[in-house]
């Protein structure tokens, strides 16, 4: 038994995979903003430009579970003058909502948001819709990679692989592609939908594998 355990190699390997993935999906968040001197107001009008972009989404075939809101504040406005107290001028209501469409409709949603209400497109983010299924696949590749060093080493040394003693998971990993498109706010309402370019997603995994070699 002793020169068994003698004969055995403990090796510890690490394996990594990283690959891009052409995203399915865009979430575009978009932002309603209404100003008015009251809060009866400042609400009444953000009900009214949500619901016409609502409308909007709906003639492009988006459906209720495709939409929800992200946030919905209402915050006072002053006139700040230097040596006296702030003057109440109004209200803003924001309310942030968050779309789900395929990558071909996304510049068509943001042109049509913005003609129908919405005061900016806040971020674009492009992704797969079934993000598990890439990182299992990221996992699987980053375990098949330890032991494809582990097999080298063996083998170097004229020994096998022998058993699998212990496996870490070091991270896995998934970035989408994040437009922040606060730079052009709103889209014209007679320009046509604008080019969108969704990119790729990251996807990868790293672990440690540790194995017995005899």
Do not use: C, W
């Not at 903003?33 to 430009?49: F, H, L, M």
């Not at 924001?94 to 209400?117: K, P, S, W």
């Not at 674009?124 to 996992?139: G, M, N, P, V, W």
């Not at 309402?189 to 070699?213: F, H, R, Y």
């Amino acid at each position: 038994a002793f020169a068994s355990e003698a004969a055995k190699t403990v090796v510890q390997v690490s394996g990594a995979s990283q690959q891009e993935v052409t995203p399915d999906t865009a979430r575009i968040s978009l932002v309603v903003n209404s100003i008015q001197d009251t809060i009866e107001k400042a609400k009444a009008d953000n009900v009214r430009q949500v619901n016409k972009v609502l409308a909007a989404l709906r003639d492009q075939g988006i459906g209720s579970e495709q939409i929800k809101t992200d946030t919905y504040q209402i915050n006072p406005l002053y006139n700040y003058e230097k040596d006296k107290l702030p003057v109440l001028k109004g209200y803003q209501v924001t309310q942030r909502l968050e779309v789900r469409t395929g990558i071909e409709q996304a510049g068509t949603i943001v042109n049509e948001v913005t003609r129908a209400g919405a005061n900016e497109i806040a971020s674009i983010r492009f992704e797969t819709a079934d993000e598990t299924s890439s990182k299992d696949k990221a996992l699987q590749e980053a375990i098949q990679d330890a032991l494809r060093k582990a097999e080298v080493i063996a083998g170097t040394l004229h020994k096998r692989v022998a058993n699998i003693t212990l496996i870490n998971e070091s991270g896995v990993f998934y970035n989408p592609v994040m437009l922040e498109t606060r730079m052009f706010k709103a889209v014209s309402a007679d320009s046509g939908a604008p080019n969108i370019p969704a990119g790729k997603v990251t996807v990868g995994a790293n672990v440690q594998v540790t194995v017995e070699l005899e």
